[in-house]
Each structure stands twice: as structure tokens, then as C-alpha cells.
């Protein structure tokens, strides 16, 4: 049986996705501008459930009609966050070679009539949490590589709730298993999900990245490195609050109260803010 097709007012979706990462999905217009989002989940989060009512949302915003959605998804508990970077990176190396193969390689039908555009003008990693992190490392070693790649300039990021500080680990992990965080010892924990490893505030990981992303920037030759934008929760109680050189501090209407962690990057018919803040990024 084939791939079914789902269709949206802009887009056209299938029930199944991209061969690069754990679970990701394709959403893709019917008109093609040459411009795509990537959303990259953050801890043991998913391709699509993360961001729940985003894309059908963006799908009503006509400044996004002809982008295409990419949802990256990647394990994100057992695997070291500059191991999911190469695994974007290589995302980002099949959209950035073509369109056409990109699409090829996802589960649409060949039948489906679309003209697609010669090249991506335009890159968007959209990041939540510890998906900040792996996207800004895929970026720099984009540009680190001995030939940087062809996506490394055109390549932007806007970021929910960015772990680049750092995560309170006791509070990430007592959201994500509840009680039973109590009950496991922490070092036996830290031996289950490696990334907690990453994760923590100060970690070498996250010096690495900062010492990185400082020394690249300041080349002057990778200004697309500082973020177009950043929303910050109020009264975090998983990751710390803080500015990142070079990305500018958020402004006051995206320092959001009233949410938490995770349900940040959840907009719903109540909650239109992360796509409001989205759109006026771009």
C-alpha cells in the first residue's frame, strides 16, 4: 500500500518521512518559494509531537505559504548531541544539494505534480531546548569542515527555551520520569541517557560550543551564526536563562510567562505567541 497523502490549505504531508534521523517528517508546499523550516526537538522529544499545533498553524500564515516543513527527529536521550549534529548536518547536505532529492528520498509519490525549486535560498532551523544545541553545532561544523559546506551561509536560527547554558538535570529529569527520578540513582541515570552528560551546566560540551561559536563568529566571515531570534520562559525550571554571544537578548514579548519548558514551543487556538514571534523573526 502507498504513501498516503494528507492535504493542508499550502502543504501536502505523507504518513511517513525522511530516511536521515528517528521519525522525521516532510510537510511540503504546493508552491515551492525555495525557502524551508527545520524543527529540531530538544530531550526525548519527537519529529512532530514537540511542536504540536505549529505546523498546521504556519500553514494559515500566508508569509509561509510556499516554505517547505522539515520536522528533524533524533535520539534524544542515548546519544551525544555532536553526534545528532552530524546526522542534521547530513540533513541539511541532501536539502542543500537538491530539492528534487530531498523530496525523492522522503516517501512522496514521484506522481505528485510539484515544480521544485533549483535550490534552497533560505534555511531555517527552528530549535527547542537541547535541539538549540544540535542545530547551532551542526552550523559550526558546517562551516569547520576543511571545505565548508554550501548550506553553512545560508543557514538561520531561531530558538524556544535553548539549553546553551545549560539544564537543571534534577528538574529535566523529574518531568520526563516523574517520580521514578527519585527512586534511580543519579550516576546510574547519567549512564542511561548520555546526553544528561551534555547537558550539564558548564559541561565541556557546552564550553566547547561556546569557545567555538565565539571563534567563528568573530572571523567575521559567519555572521548568520547569531540567532534571528530567541524566547526565553519565564522562571525556566529546566534549562538557565542567559544571553549567548553573539545573539542578541530576547525583547520583552518574548520572555513569555505562564508557560512552561516544554509547552513553549506548543502553540495551540489560545496560544498563538511562538508564531507570532516566529513570523516577526523572519
Known amino acids: 500500500m502507498g504513501p498516503r497523502r494528507i492535504r493542508m490549505s499550502s502543504h501536502f504531508i505523507f504518513d511517513a518521512g525522511l530516511p536521515i534521523g528517528v521519525g522525521s517528517r516532510v510537510w511540503w508546499s504546493h508552491k515551492p518559494g525555495g525557502c524551508v523550516l527545520i524543527f529540531v526537538h530538544g530531550f526525548n522529544g519527537q519529529a512532530l509531537a514537540t511542536w504540536s499545533s505549529f505546523p498546521s498553524l504556519l500553514t494559515k500564515q500566508s508569509k509561509f505559504s510556499d516554505w517547505d516543513f522539515v520536522f528533524f527527529g533524533y535520539d534524544g536521550l542515548h546519544t551525544e548531541a555532536v553526534t545528532s549534529a552530524v546526522d542534521l548536518g547530513q540533513l541539511l547536505d541532501m536539502i542543500s544539494s537538491s530539492p528534487s532529492q530531498l523530496y525523492g528520498a522522503s516517501t512522496a509519490s514521484p506522481h505528485a505534480a510539484r515544480r521544485h525549486p533549483q535550490a534552497y535560498k533560505r534555511i531555517v532551523l527552528v530549535a527547542h531546548s537541547l535541539g538549540a544545541v544540535v542545530a547551532r553545532r551542526a552550523m559550526l561544523d558546517g562551516y569547520n569542515r576543511p571545505r565548508p559546506a554550501p548550506w553553512a551561509k545560508a543557514t538561520e536560527l531561531f530558538t524556544f527555551a535553548p539549553a546553551h547554558n545549560g539544564a537543571k538535570l534534577m528538574s529535566l529529569l523529574l518531568e520526563t520520569l516523574g517520580p521514578a527520578a527519585c527512586v534511580v540513582p543519579f550516576v ?81 487556538s489560545s496560544f498563538n505567541d511562538p508564531v507570532n514571534l516566529l513570523v516577526s523573526g523572519l
Request: a positive charge.
Open 188 to 268: 546510574q541515570l547519567l549512564g542511561m541517557f548520555i546526553v544528561l552528560r551534555d547537558l550539564k551546566e558548564r559541561s565541556g560540551m557546552l564550553n566547547t560550543l561556546h569557545g567555538d561559536l565565539k571563534r567563528t563568529y568573530d572571523s567575521g566571515t559567519a555572521n548568520n551564526l547569531r540567532a534571528v531570534g530567541t524566547v526565553w520562559v519565564r522562571n525556566d525550571r529546566i534549562v538557565t536563562n542567559g544571553v549567548l554571544y553573539p545573539d542578541p537578548a530576547p525583547p520583552p514579548e518574548a520572555v513569555l510567562g505562564g508557560r512552561t519548558h516544554s509547552s513553549v514551543c506548543k502553540p495551540d
